[in-house]
């Protein structure tokens, strides 16, 4: 799914998105939006329905922030208290003890420059592809991440240990901890990363990165992740978002990247809609 650029918000995107249940779950708890100027996933928690319910009730809460050109901090931080009240308060049966992660970046506009907003809590996770370098944005907010900071894990340790789902703030789950946030200048090529934990813990570091390099659509790219990680043992959902930002507002004007680099939809991928959640929200009644 692709956006032209416009002249009206501080970064014009192309995005794709794409989700799977996997090979071992039953549900897929997973939730996103991709509609700008937010680009969200969540990774829900707390066994049959209930992380399905956490994780579509708080991106509904984000979905209000759809259609804006930009969003401020203050906006995502209000919508973040929104939602956590509302999956707090998934009444008993219906998403008790439920929560979820949250990860990803809203278009945001400091002093007429556009920004990628992130936002962060629990162990999803947002990356960077910007002029040749991949880098993670978010930090994991998990019990290994902790031992790392430590000095107690390497890398190569973390992703054998098996204290790696253990996450250390979350949307409900009991969690009042507030989420990370960032603001990162945008350059015109940006290409942006955001997935659950079943892309990260299938693809290694490198893997992830070359895919990023090899497909030019966002689409494309995102399809092709996902489809990995479920090759490569699907042991959990799966949720990709790319974003590529093809024009950027700045102090000096407008940057936009050169027409032919602009990357075609493929056709082949034209059945999925980047630019809607997929599935409905919470239900009636259901809290949130």
Do not use: K
């Not at 995107?13 to 039953?26: I, N, P, S």
């Not at 409900?172 to 015109?188: H, Q």
């Amino acid at each position: 799914m692709s956006a032209e650029p416009t002249r009206l918000a501080p970064i014009a995107v192309a995005c794709g998105a794409m989700t799977d249940t996997g090979l071992r779950r039953r549900l897929n708890e997973d939730s996103y939006i991709a509609s700008a100027p937010v680009f969200l996933v969540a990774d829900g928690m707390g066994g049959h329905q209930a992380g399905e319910v956490a994780s579509a009730t708080a991106i509904d809460e984000f979905a209000l922030l759809a259609g804006r050109d930009c969003v401020s901090v203050d906006e995502l931080r209000d919508a973040f208290a929104r939602a956590r009240a509302r999956v707090d308060a998934l009444p008993p049966g219906g998403g008790a003890s439920a929560g979820t992660t949250l990860t990803g970046v809203a278009i945001s506009d400091v002093d007429g420059e556009g920004y990628w907003l992130t936002i962060n809590v629990g162990d999803s996770r947002t990356y960077r592809l910007s002029e040749g370098v991949f880098e993670q944005i978010s930090v994991d907010h998990s019990v290994v991440q902790e031992l790392i900071d430590r000095g107690e894990l390497d890398e190569a340790q973390a992703t054998r240990d098996s204290r790696r789902n253990v996450i250390t703030r979350a949307i409900g789950a009991g969690s009042d901890a507030e989420a990370d946030y960032w603001l990162i200048p945008a350059e015109v090529g940006d290409r942006i990363l955001i997935c659950s934990d079943g892309l990260s813990n299938e693809l290694t570091w490198d893997r992830i990165d070359g895919i990023l390099r090899d497909e030019t659509h966002p689409q494309a790219a995102a399809t092709r992740l996902v489809q990995e990680a479920v090759q490569h043992g699907g042991r959990d959902n799966v949720t990709v978002i790319v974003v590529d930002a093809l024009n950027v507002a700045s102090g000096r004007g407008a940057h936009e990247a050169p027409a032919d680099t602009v990357p075609a939809f493929p056709d082949e991928d034209d059945d999925m809609d980047a630019d809607t959640r997929p599935r409905a929200g919470a239900p009636a009644g259901g809290g949130f």
